[in-house]
């Protein structure tokens, strides 16, 4: 691909660097999603049990960026990621075409997205840096007169990108223009969103320090499972065949997947690895979900209708309904794949169930390894998940306990191997 282009296909499709707003608005929400940034990591830790964790998410980078800034973060995300699928030889215009098929889809999310966390990748690849939404870390004002926009060239998110300070912690992204189009189109109260959505991302970078070999994990399912379908597609196969397999991989369904309900997530590749792939990547949105149901208004006023909003079914693709929520393409891989395909209600409901039977203790287990993530098939069934981890070679022994292998994670320190001790 030709990553070089894909910044200017994604611009194609944004619309507008966000809403119209004095500088006085913009700085008000960049300043409330940083202080809510900067809060969430220990009230995420009370309401999960997992405080260690969270006193090393606390670490991770905050950028808060405009839409072109999420775009460019996203493609040095998916830069390096790719880079370690093989691929066959590909001619100048079957690299244009792959560029501008990745930028639309980045520009398209980009208007939907509140925010995102991207782990680091090893060797990731410069593709320039992250947008800052106030001009703090970069420079002020591309999103045109009373826009929300910004750029940072080689800020802390390129530095980290090139290996420098900062490359072993992942970036957590809030997108501010879109933080205040969710808050104008439904009336919310700003500082009550700006609140909840920096919880929310939060509770993914928690979730980072609580299994330091997630990140990885997940790296090596996708390069495995696109691999194996790029290796399976016609010779000279585009980005819409990919798409194809994609569409049809959907978690839970063996009819056209041909998943082995009874087998574990690793060693997955093609659609069956898509299947489970995108099946962890609901998990880890459903925990997320279940983890902010310890939000009260006491705590945030008004958490029920946040949460009312924010929870609703995703709008058409056009992002201009009420569909800028937390379930549109959230999480360490939102660049990959729109909410919509990652099922959130459906694991949101099962983080829930056990959270009702076992508590976040219970689904605390899940951080032990690959093997307790809960496959495709137990997200409909918490019960087989529940009775598969308390019988399995990872249980845990006692509230917090995670059995856990600091040493596979690139950031994870010793209170990742035993929280809550």
């Known amino acids: 691909m030709d990553w070089s282009r894909v910044d200017a296909a994604a611009r ?6 966000g809403p119209r707003a004095p500088h006085a608005a913009r700085g008000a929400v960049v300043e409330l999603l940083r202080r809510g940034a900067a ?3 220990e009230r995420v830790g009370e309401m999960t049990g997992l405080a260690c964790a969270a006193r090393e998410a606390a670490t991770a980078q905050v950028l808060v ?18 880079d370690g699928v093989p691929a066959p030889p590909a001619g100048p215009v079957a690299r244009r ?4 098929e990745a ?19 090893p060797a990731a690849a410069e593709v320039g840096g992250a947008g800052a939404a106030d001009g703090t870390d970069g420079t002020e004002g591309t999103g045109g007169t009373g826009g929300t926009g910004g750029t940072d060239g080689a800020g802390p998110a390129a530095k980290a990108r090139m290996g420098g300070p900062g490359a072993e912690r992942p970036r957590l992204l809030l997108v501010a223009p879109n933080v205040l189009a969710l808050q104008r189109r439904h009336g919310l109260d700003l500082a009550d969103l700006a609140t909840w959505v920096a919880m929310h991302e939060t509770v993914h970078a928690v979730q980072l320090a609580a299994a330091p070999w997630l990140a990885d994990h997940l790296v090596a399912r996708a390069r495995e499972a696109l691999g194996a379908v790029i290796e399976a597609l016609p010779r000279g196969g585009r980005l819409a065949g990919i798409a194809a397999v994609v569409r049809a991989a959907k978690p839970g369904e063996t009819g056209t997947t041909g998943i082995d309900e009874a087998a574990g997530p690793a060693g997955r590749s093609g659609p069956a690895g898509l299947a489970e792939l995108r099946a962890t990547l609901a998990f880890l949105e459903g925990h997320a979900r279940a983890a902010l149901d310890g939000v009260t208004p006491a705590r945030i006023p008004s958490a029920h209708m946040l949460r009312a909003v924010l929870e609703a079914d995703p709008a058409p693709s056009s992002g201009q309904g009420r569909g800028i929520g ?9 660049g990959l794949a729109s909410g919509r395909l990652l099922h959130s209600a459906r694991a949101a409901r099962f983080a829930r169930a056990v959270v009702g039977r076992a508590g976040h203790e219970g689904l605390n287990r899940a951080w032990a390894s690959p093997w307790a993530l809960p496959t495709a098939a137990e997200l409909g069934s918490p019960e087989a998940w529940l009775e598969r981890v308390e019988g399995g070679p990872h249980r845990t022994h006692g509230p917090g306990w995670i059995r856990a292998d600091p040493g596979r994670g690139r950031w994870g320190g010793p209170c990742s191997a035993l929280e809550g001790a």
């Open 97 to 100: 075409a792959a560029a501008w």
């Open 103 to 121: 930028g639309t889809a980045l520009g398209a999310l980009s208007t939907r997205l509140l925010g995102q966390v991207l782990p680091a990748i």
């Open 65 to 82: 960026v405009d839409r072109a800034g999420l775009v460019r973060a996203t493609a040095g995300f998916l830069a390096p990621l790719l």
């Open 326 to 334: 937390q379930d549109h393409g959230r999480g360490p891989f939102a």
């Open 12 to 17: 194609a499709m944004i619309p507008a660097a």
């Open 39 to 41: 809060q969430g990591p």
